[in-house]
């Protein structure tokens, strides 16, 4: 067996993988996930105050933690004689796992799997951490990376060890609206333009050529996610056969590849202080494939208004653009071919359906932590109808 020294990788260098597959001395703290005074994994929200309670943090046994930062990085993080560390979970995610870890003077951001559920290529942390670090030092802001541990010896999964980016995530029409209809615009026009920079970038340049497999992207987007969802099916779905069969009969020719993001919205951005784009964060379905599956997913998250993960509220305050005005900014600035948006469109919803109903699946199952998942199963038939109307051209 390789020991989790040696397969625990530290720095913020680009760590090869393969291509994606279509307490000793601690002390444990949980922040309620109810309690919205800090939000994703930025800076306490208006100068409120972060408020700890005592507990355990599942999924993240500090002692063992703090030993094995020690052995592979020691003295990376915090120094030999920092006190006590302490960790609450970060509330917003619904997939992978994020806590903040503080030894009070600093702080750190740790991401690992789901406690319950996983599907097969999904929840992957060496994904993630490569990604980021290979975009370090690109027009694409990411956070810095210190370790990545595939061993699931050390906390019961592979974890890794990030920056912690001071920024906002904002969520709801209710935080944007207070800032104005200019500096609305502003905000969600920078982050269709950063998602035209990650789209420009050259897999090659930065160490990514083998990140996936370009050619016939969509063909396997469509299979993977039909096998997704067959995996985490726990009733009978109507329109699932339909979206399905009208997404294999109407593949477009591709767009020229790039560096997907794989859930790329305004939720998922930290924006600073002067509203530009902090750091782009929850990497863990990057690859390289049609980066038009990246505008596509933001359209039908913007459209939304049924529970899914992430929230559309956000788009409703006054200055964020329509649909059509992110497309035409993304067009403009990008160059590509849009005339296809429809069936990224259904593929889109398809692939969120998915998502969802395996949130669903874990729900039931109790390998949810965290509050608000209750009602994730009601979006999965809406978004299938939608994907079936856009596909149809309604």
């Known amino acids: 067996m390789v020991s989790s020294a040696h397969r625990c990788l530290p720095g913020g260098g680009a760590t090869r993988g393969p291509p994606a597959p279509d307490g000793e001395g601690s002390h444990l703290v949980i922040l309620r996930h ?24 599942p999924g993240l046994p500090l002692d063992r933690f703090r030993r094995h930062v020690d052995r592979v990085r020691p003295g990376a993080l915090w120094p030999a004689d920092a006190g006590p560390l302490r960790a609450r979970v970060v509330a917003g995610g619904r997939s992978n796992l994020t806590y903040e870890v503080t ?20 929840h992957d942390m060496s994904r993630e951490h490569r990604v980021m670090s290979a975009l370090a030092g690109t027009s694409v802001p990411v956070p810095r990376t210190y370790l990545l ?4 010896d050390v906390l019961g999964a592979p974890f890794y060890v990030m920056e912690m980016v001071e920024g906002t995530p904002y969520r709801g029409a209710d935080e944007l609206a207070p800032l104005g209809a200019e500096r609305v615009a ?8 950063t998602l035209v920079d990650l789209h420009r970038v050259d897999p090659a340049e ?26 985490s099916r726990s009733r009978d779905l109507d329109g699932a056969a339909e979206l ?10 591709e767009s020229a590849p790039a560096i997907v993001h794989g859930d790329y919205r305004l939720d998922n951005l930290l924006v600073g202080a002067d509203d530009r784009v902090a750091a782009v964060l929850d990497w863990e379905m990057a690859t390289l494939g049609d980066p038009l599956t990246d505008l596509a997913l933001l359209l039908v998250y913007m459209k939304r208004t049924a529970p899914v993960p992430g929230r559309a509220e956000a788009t409703r305050a006054p200055g964020f653009p329509s649909p059509d005005e992110v497309v035409a900014r993304y067009a403009e600035r990008s160059g590509r071919d849009l005339s296809a948006i429809g069936f990224y469109v259904g593929l889109a919803c398809f692939k969120l359906a998915v998502i ?19 009602a994730i199963g009601d979006a999965v038939e809406p978004l299938l109808r939608s994907g079936i109307a856009a596909i149809e051209g309604a």
């Open 356 to 374: 969802s109903e395996g949130i669903h699946y874990r729900y039931l199952r109790g390998q949810t932590v965290g509050e608000g998942f209750g």
């Open 186 to 193: 502003a905000i969600a026009g920078r982050m269709i333009d």
């Open 206 to 231: 930065v160490g990514l050529a083998d990140f996936g497999r370009p050619r016939g992207f969509l063909e396997r987007q469509v299979r993977r996610w039909k096998k997704q969802l067959d995996a």
């Open 34 to 57: 109810t309690d919205r005074t800090v939000q994703g994994l930025g800076s306490a929200r208006r100068g409120a105050l972060r408020v700890f309670e005592d507990g355990g943090v």
């Open 149 to 152: 541990c595939e061993d699931p």
């Open 244 to 253: 399905h069969a009208l997404l294999e009969a109407n593949v477009p020719p």
């Open 103 to 122: 030894d009070g003077t600093r702080s750190w951001i740790v991401r690992r799997p789901p406690l319950g559920h996983v599907l097969a290529t999904a």
